[in-house]
């Protein structure tokens, strides 16, 4: 993995959540009613893993929405996270492009900065793209995300790619930050991500704890 001139390897290679910082972009109504890429309920399943996990994991996490007046506001899986929170409500489409977004994740003082947004060729690529100019690592969360086509998301990853993002997806984020089941403390929230989340492994741990009593 090269970013910005500098080649990453091995564990360096891989998030922590002490090096983390997360931006979900646009998850409002307005936005799910134009995404035809991905069924939407699977990318509302996928943020709200990633938001919880962030939660879990004391990842600093900075919500957007643009224009809620219209677009409506953010899905209430996120906000339900992190309720205390109001999301930054922008006018500009590129989130970078918003001074009060790049400043509140340099508070952070982390240089991992994984996003994951509505639609992803323009509101998650652009702004993914503008980081890397200004330093970050970035990770863009391509099944957290959706696009009006499944044209429009594979060329807004694939324009990320060429830029130097890294894709991926929740559930692998969440894994690295938790990296070692030795982790005790992280492990009874990451059980109930997965059981809530995780899709056909969540039911197959679900079985595992039923046969272990654990459940």
Not at 68 to 97: A, C, L, S, Y
């Amino acid at each position: 993995m090269a970013v910005n001139g500098i080649t990453y390897t091995g564990l360096d290679a891989l998030l922590t959540p002490e090096n983390s910082v997360l931006l979900l972009i646009d998850h409002q109504g307005a936005q799910f009613a134009g995404m035809r890429s991905m069924d939407a309920s699977l990318v509302i399943n996928n943020v709200t893993a990633l938001a919880k996990g962030a939660k879990l994991f004391e990842v600093p996490t900075i919500l957007s929405t643009v224009v809620e007046d219209r677009g409506g506001r953010i899905i209430h899986q996120i906000q339900d996270v992190f309720p205390d929170q109001k999301p930054i409500d922008r006018t500009t489409i590129n989130t970078w492009e918003d001074q009060r977004v790049v400043d509140a994740v340099a508070a952070t003082g982390r240089k991992d900065l994984i996003i994951a947004g509505l639609w992803t060729d323009i509101c998650l690529a652009w702004p993914a793209i503008h980081a890397i100019a200004d330093g970050y690592r970035v990770f863009a969360v391509t099944d957290a995300s959706g696009a009006t086509t499944v044209e429009a998301h594979e060329r807004g990853i694939q324009r990320m790619i060429q830029a130097g993002v890294v894709p991926t997806c929740a559930g692998t984020v969440v894994s690295e930050w938790q990296r070692d089941w030795a982790r005790e403390e992280t492990v009874p929230g990451m059980t109930e991500i997965l059981l809530e989340h995780g899709s056909s492994f969540g039911t197959s741990l679900a079985w595992e704890l039923q046969l272990l009593g654990k459940a």
